[in-house]
């Protein structure tokens, strides 16, 4: 699933860069943690990141694990310094007022798989 695709499905915006919106990749797999030590365990390609955590701690995380998309849930909004890191890793961060649960629903009904 396209960024644009998901964009639409759980009514987000996009948090930092409208470039966001021009990458081809899509996304196979979703994960929902705020745990940022489990999803430093995760090792699969084409992973999206479903949170609640709002902090630097969660970009500096899916920059380790490689993964280029967040979603931000629960009406949470990124800071100008969480910002400016993903701007600089190129992760694209979306916020939407839906909760993790809800958002996951949506992902799964939309044929996104779950990492476990």
Same mark, same amino acid.
């Given at each position: 699933? $396209?960024?644009?695709? !998901?964009?639409? +499905?759980?009514?987000? #915006?996009?948090?930092?860069?409208? %470039?966001?919106?021009?990458?081809?990749?899509?996304? $196979?797999?979703?994960?929902?943690?705020?745990?940022?030590?489990?999803? +430093?365990?995760?090792k699969c390609d084409?992973?999206? +990141?479903?949170?609640?955590?709002?902090? %630097?701690?969660? /970009?500096?995380?899916?920059?380790?694990?490689?993964?280029?998309? /967040? %979603?931000?849930?629960?009406?949470?909004? !990124?800071?100008?310094?969480?910002?400016?890191?993903?701007?600089?890793?190129? !992760?694209?961060? +979306?916020?939407?007022?839906?909760?993790? @649960? $809800?958002?996951?629903?949506?992902? @799964?009904? #939309?044929? !996104?798989?779950?990492? @476990?």
């Open positions: 699933m $396209k960024i644009a695709d !998901i964009l639409e +499905l759980i009514e987000a #915006k996009v948090a930092n860069s409208e %470039i966001c919106l021009e990458r081809t990749e899509k996304f $196979k797999y979703a994960f929902a943690s705020d745990l940022m030590s489990d999803v +430093l365990r995760l084409n992973t999206l +990141l479903v949170t609640g955590l709002c902090n %630097i701690q969660t /970009i500096r995380t899916v920059e380790m694990a490689e993964i280029k998309l /967040i %979603i931000i849930a629960r009406g949470k909004k !990124i800071d100008d310094e969480m910002l400016e890191l993903a701007d600089e890793n190129d !992760i694209c961060v +979306l916020e939407t007022e839906f909760s993790v @649960y $809800k958002v996951c629903g949506l992902l @799964y009904q #939309k044929g !996104i798989l779950p990492v @476990y």
